[in-house]
């Protein structure tokens, strides 16, 4: 099934030219960096999903608000399209840029302005690592939550526009449960002010509209977030399982047992071997899963709450339960999971990442789908994921050398996130939409709220030139892509005359 991507169905149409565009803003913003020759907009191309690639018409590096209210107020003028970028972590092609249009670099915007220990809060420009916060706020025992895998090199805007998690958000939540009040420049260059200092803010809670909007309905300029005390005690369990389906199901046992752990990851054997290989995390290689469970809190609590999990991963099957006998080896086992990456990178030319998300009872049956998918599909899947909040991330490995595979890895992830929706998930948990799972658009929403979700933009975008083409797909695409996907499940006889129609929608679309 063809899924490539097309702009021209998302309102992606060539406009005003390089020269005209550079001529403007160099003309606005003469002390501001303009990026316009291919060698140096070629390492912008992509975020961190490199399997789809487009050079930008201009990049612009920005140092001040000024400059930032400026280049959008000229963009809107001209009708040129703006794409926001923060360190280029993202995984869901959300920051690759438009051949048509001005990529945003917030990059420089990278100071932390203010950590008030006090009332536990940190105000931090956009382009601040995530890891930075909690370095900052170390001195005053806190730090903040999210701490996804990529936290050492993500910045905090990107973490607004993609809601973030990590292996801590099953207790202590997702961006969106951690940021307090953001400062959004608009298209027109307009300031806003979302959430409050205060417990509260009035009017609609646009604040969580806006976390989680990948880009498309303004620029962060300025975040606010909520830092925690850390724990007086942590301690990591680790349970090895002989099946899989066994740790899956013992998840929901951990949780049905009344327990909230600081973090519940899970990881199969292909994910095991890789990380032990890269980092010696001390894992049990010859399971064929193994669950981290931190429980967090006070001393004695997390004492309690250490025995009640053991009593259940026992009675669920576990086959081994080792808890961190230090803080050096509850690290270890943590720099595991967070490098599972990277490590299975190392057993495969190339990986594709996906990201959805199930209802935790589902996890056993998921699992097994995903291995029945992969056996299909001829390609191996190491499955590293989120386990307590049902947030999977399936690593698919292939080698885009190898003709042909690169679109089965692709056909492979749309019918996993397939698959979650149809047992009640999502199709993404925190890596957001992008370019990547445009067409799952289509599978998981109806016409009428795919109009509510572009309603919205509108209101903040009236001409659509945030980000356009990522994320809500128009009904041109998810004609195409329901007419190509009846094309690929028809019957072999029939698939030729769907295919015709499908190519004839798509010359009128």
């Not at 327990?259 to 032990?276: F, K, Q, T, V």
């Amino acid at each position: 099934m063809n899924t490539h991507f097309d702009p021209r169905l998302d309102g992606g149409q060539p406009g005003r030219d390089q020269s005209e565009v550079l001529a403007d803003l160099l003309q606005a913003l003469p002390g501001m960096t303009l990026l316009h020759r291919e060698e140096d907009l070629r390492p912008f191309e992509c975020d961190g999903l490199s399997a789809y690639r487009a050079l930008p018409m201009l990049v612009a590096l920005p140092e001040t608000l000024e400059q930032v209210e400026t280049l959008l107020k000229r963009c809107s003028a001209l009708g040129v399209p703006v794409v926001t970028r923060g360190a280029g972590t993202g995984l869901s092609g959300g920051a690759m840029p438009l051949e048509h249009g001005v990529l945003l670099v917030l990059s420089r915007f990278n100071r932390i302005l203010e950590i008030d220990p006090d009332a536990r809060t940190a105000r931090v420009q956009p382009g601040v690592r995530n890891l930075a916060i909690t370095e900052a706020a170390a001195p005053h025992g806190l730090y903040y939550a999210p701490d996804p895998s990529s936290q050492i090199a993500c910045s905090i805007g990107g973490n607004v526009a993609e809601n973030a998690g990590g292996v801590h958000c099953l207790k202590y939540g997702l961006t969106v449960h951690n940021v307090i009040k953001i400062e959004v420049l608009t298209i027109e260059g307009e300031h806003m002010t979302l959430g409050a200092d205060a417990l509260d803010a009035p009017g609609f809670d646009l604040l969580a509209l806006f976390t989680g909007s990948e880009g498309m309905l303004g620029v962060v300029t300025e975040v606010t977030v909520k830092l925690l005390p850390k724990p007086e005690s942590a301690k990591v369990l680790m349970a090895s399982f002989d099946d899989i389906e066994k740790a899956g199901n013992a998840v929901g046992a951990i949780i049905a047992a009344g327990i909230i752990p600081g973090g519940l990851e899970m990881m199969d054997n292909l994910a095991i071997r890789a990380a032990e290989d890269f980092i010696g995390a001390g894992y049990p290689v010859e399971a064929e899963a193994i669950l981290l469970c931190e429980l967090d809190g006070v001393e004695a609590d997390v004492d309690d709450d250490c025995a009640t999990v053991r009593r259940v991963l026992e009675e669920a099957g576990a086959t081994g339960i080792q808890l961190a006998r230090d803080e050096a080896e509850r690290a270890l086992f943590w720099a595991g999971r967070k490098n599972a990456f990277p490590a299975v990178g190392r057993m495969s030319p190339d990986y594709y990442c996906m990201d959805g998300t199930i209802p935790r009872r589902e996890l056993a049956r998921v699992l097994k789908g995903i291995g029945d998918l992969g056996e299909t599909y001829g390609l191996r899947v190491a499955n590293v994921f989120h386990a307590g909040d049902g947030n999977m991330h399936p690593l698919i490995l292939f080698d885009a050398n190898q003709p042909g595979e690169f679109e089965r890895a692709e056909e492979l992830g749309s019918r996993i996130l397939e698959l979650c929706v149809e047992v009640g998930g999502t199709i993404t948990g925190e890596h957001g939409v992008g370019r990547e799972k445009i067409h799952q658009m289509c599978v998981q929403f109806s016409p009428g709220e795919l109009a509510t979700f572009r309603a919205a933009k509108r209101a903040f975008d009236p001409d659509e030139l945030l980000n356009p083409g990522k994320n809500i797909p128009t009904p041109a695409r998810c004609s195409e892509f329901r007419l190509t996907k009846s094309a690929s499940d028809a019957p072999a006889q029939t698939q030729a005359q769907a295919q015709a129609q499908a190519q004839a929608h798509k010359s009128h679309g």
